[in-house]
């Protein structure tokens, strides 16, 4: 049986009565093999869908912990080539849907078309695309709705509603809700900015909308899936695989995943 989509994880869910919860890791992090591990990891503890990170010098969105890490990834010899047989590896061991989070110019630089093939036949779904717009994106809206690519596009809460309406249009899969303006990184609590953002993609019918930026406990993802149809965990989980590597990445993930709290809007 094939791998869900993101879409079809999330419409699952819905009607099971719950959130989704998204887990970010950077590829290559601390090193290549292990960072498969980390990702399978998460998809064991309960992960509902997996968002892997590409290294990339210029992380205009990523905070200090996760530039950091990228970093190390890169010098220790990460190269893009590298992401196609990871996520092979990866999709081959879990069964649930892989997402692929790359600023633009990578993808630009392998060319957009065989990046996406050669993801596809990786088994990922799609692209989670930070710097990318809707309106600049027209080659990246031809080849994925010619392949069968989901796309995510970014909404935040300072974006007018003729852009959040875009977003809600061209993205397959959901839409990105930055929960705060600025970069990621763990915080004491969930901005208020994210409630509201989400609200406004509602009012532009967004079927579904994931909160990300800021998430790192279990309390903060309960609090997201009172409003939203799925929370993306990224900061505390490559903290927790910094610090303690696989085990303590294990640990932490259950506590993100096995709580009470998992019910949907």
Known sequence: MSTPSVAETIAAAKENGRGVVIGYLPMGFPDLATSVEAAVILAEEGFDVLELGVPYSDPVMDGPLISRSTQRALEAGFKLRDLFPAIAEITRRVDIPVLVMT???????????RFTKDLLAAGAKGLITPDLIPDEASEWLEVSERLGAERVFLAAPSSSDERLARAVAESKGFVYAVSTMGITGTRAGVDKAAHTVVSR?????????????????????????????????????????????????????????????????
């Open 103 to 113: 600023y633009w110019n990578p993808v630009v630089q392998y060319g957009v078309d």
């Open 201 to 265: 993609l509602r009012e532009q019918d967004a079927d579904s909308v994931c909160v990300g930026l800021g998430i790192s406990t279990g309390e903060h993802v309960d609090e997201v899936l009172a409003y939203a149809d799925g929370a993306i965990v990224g900061s505390a989980l490559v903290r927790a695989l910094d610090e303690g590597g696989l085990d303590q990445l294990r640990t932490v993930a259950a506590g993100l995943t096995k709580r009470s709290g998992l019910q949907a809007r």
